[in-house]
């Protein structure tokens, strides 16, 4: 007869080996994660990863909807829109439903049973970073862009702001389609490296300053809004808030933050908004643009804003200037303000507002 064989229970599967990576590499983990709501479910795993990932440096804000005051969902982004003006008004509503879910749950690493956000319809975007207090890097996604264009049209912006606007740089087009391949068609506007007379007799010139304007107001707003974030975590060192449509973008980087938080913020008299220094806009135009990817951009222009006050001269303010330039879009974008940038330029002034 043989003898009973006994099983032991082999200790080493009770141990979760997640559990014998150190802190330094959950961070890196959590860091590539970057996603607020991906971070927010994380934080429920376990005690470990609670204290853990508010102390993440990259951190992604993604907004997929904007709730207004009444709760209705409509979109209020379009221009056409009695809403539209409201739209940064209620942007600190905008995470009730779609930021906060992942934290509803979550509870206070402090001991108790109460939770870090207590009354989710109270809370803004700034309190809902709170709680990360190690925050580097930071990126805001809008769901849509801010100025209302016909279809077929392109706009796209980036700013850099400190306190207030450095620079700005617009690119529009009139019209973007897929270019015609047939010879005939290559160069179907005369171009002889002038803004033809047309362009200020049909409305041109006017439709520029008006996509101008619309750009800056909208670039001015975002920046008046991240000021109790920007309060609340002095360890940033760059910060973008960007669209989901690729219309808008405004940076700061370490030095613009660190004079932001100097130099108190002027906001204009009219909205919550950052006012808007007097500037000199240089603007390039081009009828046609072949631009890559088989695409054509009809009226193309590129207007590079500077405020008054800083002036042109200088290799070192020119160089900067340029890079921005160079590097504020990217792929075919960035082609096209490239070539753009070679053409003839058209100096104007602008007040602030």
Known sequence: MQPKARVYADPSHDLDQFDRLPDSIVLLILNKLADVRSLGRCSS?????????????????????????????????????????????????????????????????????????????????AQVLKNFTHVRNLRIELPAGDVGTEEGVLLKWRAEFGSTLQSCVILGGTRIDRKLVSPEHESPVEDSGSIPDSFYTNGGLKLRVVWTISSLIAASTRHYLLRPIIKDHPTLKSLALTDADGQGTLSMGEEQLKEFREKPVAASASSNRTQVPACNMKLKYAPYLDIPGGMALQGATVVTIKPSSEGSSGSNIRSETDAFISGAFDGPFKAAVRTLMKRRTYLLEMNGF
């Open 45 to 125: 795993v376990s005690r470990r990863f609670n204290s853990l990932v508010f102390l993440v440096h990259d951190v992604y804000v993604k907004i997929d909807r904007v709730v207004t005051v009444d709760g209705d969902s409509d979109d209020p982004l379009s221009q056409s829109s009695p809403r539209h003006r409201n739209l940064f008004s209620n942007f600190l509503k905008l995470m009730l439903f779609t930021l906060l879910k992942p934290f509803h749950n979550l509870r206070s690493t402090n001991g108790g049973n109460k939770p870090v956000f207590p009354q989710l319809s109270h809370h803004s975007p």
